[in-house]
Structures are given as C-alpha cells and as structure tokens.
C-alpha cells in the first residue's frame, strides 16, 4: 500500500481489494487528508475518509465505514459492517464489534468495549441538529450486544451496559445496568460468573486486562474461585465444552 495525496500511510499498512482510503467527503469543509499510522490491517470493501486521523495498528473487518474529521488513537479494532460517523473522539485500545452505528460526536475513551449491533444517538429530537451531540463513554466501559445509547449521556468508567437496553440518563462509574430504560442493577465488582471459573470484574477491570497486568495474580484467583466452588459442592465448567476448558 502507498501514500498518496488523499492518504498518509505509516509503515507496514495492509489492504485488501476494494478498501478506499482517503475518500472526500460531500461535506464542505477544507480537505485534509487520511492519517493513518504503522501496521494498519484494512479488511476488503472498507471505506476510511479523508480529514480523518487513526494511530497505529488499526484492525478493520470487512465493509467498515470510518468517515471524516475523526480522531482515533492506537489499537483500535473495528469488526464487519460498522459505521464510524463523522467528527468523534476516540481512544487507544477501543474495540467495536460487528453492526454498529456510532453517531456523529460520539467520544470513546481508552479500553472501551462495544459488543455487536450497538446504536449510538446523537439528536434528542431528529431532526433538530441544533444540540447535535453523541455521549461520552468514559475509560474501560462495555457496552452490551444491541444497545441503544441515546445523546449527550455519560457511560461512566468501567461500567457495563447489559444486553438489548436503552440508556436514557447517565450511568455511575463501575455501574451494571440494564433493561428500557436502565436501571441499576448493581456494580460490576459483584457479578459472579455462573461456571466458577474467575471473577469477572476486579477494581473494575476485566479478564483481560488483569491477564495483561499479572497473569501469575489471576491464575491464583482463578485456582482459589475454583477451590471455593469445589468445598460448596459444584463442579467448575463451561457446559458443552468437553472437559471444561476453553481453547
Ligand atoms: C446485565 C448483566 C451483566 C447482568 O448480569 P447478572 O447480574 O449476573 O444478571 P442476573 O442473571 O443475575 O439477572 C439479574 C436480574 O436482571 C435481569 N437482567 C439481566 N440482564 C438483563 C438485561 N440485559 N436486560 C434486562 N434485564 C436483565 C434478569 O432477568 C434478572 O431479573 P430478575 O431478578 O427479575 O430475574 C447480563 O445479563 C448482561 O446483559 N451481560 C451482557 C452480555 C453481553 O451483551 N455481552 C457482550 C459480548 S457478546
């Protein structure tokens, strides 16, 4: 892949066929063009526009629209068919899933999660534009498979979004909520995974980042959730998995 004058490419930047890098927009606003910094992997039939700028090791699946005046920090990781609209903020280490809209002014903090067929609004009152604003999802939040995200709301830190809900009004730091419109239901450090095999939010964090942090730590936590569920009498295991264990 080469730079042109609609694109500046990093190096080792891949693309398959039918990517377009560096598309103009209809909007009139003066032409920048596409950043996009090392190691950029774009799967085929995805569109990044011009006036956009995106750090290194960008990851898109097939058929992503990223559009212009967007600005994405490091590792962002995008899956099949979502659509970044124009003019959002977003951090490092973010992952969007398949089938997502995120509205224009949408800001995404570092270590986001967006699970599959999230919608994300902006316009409290289509289509008034004048207080046009996306929310805010603040650092290491997850949002859960097909959500809707109406405007101008805060998701706060580490919180999580339960599957299929609405969320009309801000969500606390470290909150789970759920349900139309969401509720509270209560704070991640509380859930508990049903098969005994970890805890799934300490401080906050996830699986994944402690793994990231200490994997030495978590594998004792997982051996002492194990041992517990032993003395009470249950099993640890995922069903349908022979012999319990992922790959
Ligand atoms: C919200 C969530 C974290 C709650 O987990 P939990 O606290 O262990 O939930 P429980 O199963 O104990 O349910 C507690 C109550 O909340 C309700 N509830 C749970 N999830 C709900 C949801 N998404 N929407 C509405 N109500 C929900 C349950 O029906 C239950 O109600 P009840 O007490 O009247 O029976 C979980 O259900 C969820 O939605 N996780 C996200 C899944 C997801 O989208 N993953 C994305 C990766 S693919």
């Not at 992952?95 to 224009?104: D, M, R, T, V």
């Not at 030495?216 to 959730?225: C, D, F, H, K, S």
Request: some cysteine; proline content about 6%.
């Amino acid at each position: 892949m080469t730079s042109d004058n609609a694109t500046i490419l990093g190096a080792d930047c891949l693309s398959d066929p039918g990517v377009i890098l560096g598309y103009r927009t209809g909007r009139k606003i003066p032409f920048e063009p596409l950043r996009l910094g090392d190691h950029a992997r774009i799967r085929s039939h995805s569109v990044i526009y011009a006036n956009t700028t995106i750090g290194h090791h960008l990851e898109t699946g097939h058929n992503v629209v990223i559009r212009e005046e967007n600005r994405i920090g490091d590792h962002f990781c995008v899956w099949n068919n979502t659509v970044i609209d124009y003019g959002c903020v977003i951090g490092n280490n973010v992952k969007i899933h398949s089938n997502c809209y995120i509205a224009q002014f949408t800001t995404i903090e570092d270590e986001v999660f967006i699970a599959p067929g999230v919608s994300v609004a902006n316009d409290p009152h289509p289509i008034c534009a004048l207080c046009m604003r996306g929310p805010t999802l603040k650092k290491g939040c997850r949002i859960g498979v097909n959500v809707t995200l109406l405007p101008h709301i805060i998701i706060g830190q580490s919180a999580l979004v339960g599957a299929g809900s609405v969320v009309t009004r801000d969500v606390p730091p470290f909150a789970v909520v759920a349900g139309n419109p969401a509720r509270r239901l209560r704070d991640v450090n509380e859930l508990n995974c049903p098969f005994d095999l970890t805890q799934p939010y300490v401080d906050g964090q996830d699986v994944k980042a402690r793994e990231h942090q200490d994997m030495q730590a978590e594998e004792q936590l997982r051996e002492q959730i194990r041992r517990q569920a032993e003395a009470q009498g249950r099993r640890p295991g995922v069903p349908g998995i022979p012999g319990g264990q992922r790959t």
